[in-house]
């Protein structure tokens, strides 16, 4: 094989459809634009959403819902995820560089510690927000909980 005879593979490029340039072509004439009307016009736009006169989907359906915009996004990591981040590297100590390392979180992720799973080991955990199941988990087996 030589970079002279590489090809791409059979039916993976297309010839370009040269539009309006003569009958022989076959795409002269009105370049595959049919036949008069709004659409075959030079400077014609469809407006966004428009449907050919019937009413729009986004004008028939009821507007709904809100989306608040000061939300908070926390990403949910369980303490059943923290025994095994502690047994895998023996750690007494559990933070959001633990996580990040571990591939659980990215850097700018809130990190929010919730109550599923079972805990076992001794922790002090580090992270943004705890639910209630979560810090009587961890306080149950004389661990600590530190808010950042």
Same mark, same amino acid.
């Given at each position: 094989?030589?970079?002279? $005879?590489?090809?791409?593979? &059979?039916?993976?490029?297309?010839?370009?459809?040269?539009?309006?340039?003569?009958?022989?072509?076959?795409?002269?004439?009105?370049?595959?634009?049919?036949?008069?009307?709004?659409?075959?016009?030079?400077?014609?736009?469809?407006?966004?959403?428009? &449907?050919?006169?019937?009413?729009?989907?986004?004008?028939?359906?009821?507007?709904?819902?809100?989306?608040?915009?000061?939300?908070?996004?926390?990403?949910? *990591? $369980?303490?059943?995820?923290?025994?095994? *981040?502690?047994?895998?590297?023996?750690?007494?100590?559990?933070?959001?560089?633990?996580?990040? $390392?571990?591939?659980?979180?990215?850097?700018?992720?809130?990190?929010? *510690?919730?109550? $599923?799973?079972?805990?076992?080991?001794?922790?002090?955990?580090?992270?943004?927000?705890?639910?209630?199941?979560?810090? &009587?988990? *961890? &306080?149950?087996?004389?661990?600590?909980?530190?808010?950042?």
């Amino acid at each position: 094989m030589k970079l002279s $005879n590489l090809k791409p593979a &059979e039916g993976s490029t297309h010839k370009e459809k040269r539009i309006g340039r003569g009958t022989g072509s076959g795409h002269g004439g009105t370049s595959t634009r049919g036949h008069k009307g709004a659409q075959s016009r030079s400077g014609y736009s469809r407006k966004v959403g428009f &449907e050919g006169g019937q009413m729009p989907i986004q004008r028939r359906l009821p507007k709904s819902g809100f989306k608040n915009p000061f939300r908070t996004e926390y990403k949910a *990591i $369980n303490i059943g995820v923290l025994q095994t *981040i502690a047994d895998k590297n023996s750690l007494s100590t559990i933070d959001v560089e633990t996580l990040i $390392n571990a591939g659980y979180v990215s850097r700018n992720d809130l990190v929010k *510690i919730l109550g $599923n799973g079972t805990l076992t080991a001794k922790l002090e955990v580090k992270a943004h927000a705890f639910s209630k199941k979560a810090i &009587e988990a *961890i &306080e149950a087996v004389k661990g600590t909980v530190v808010k950042l």
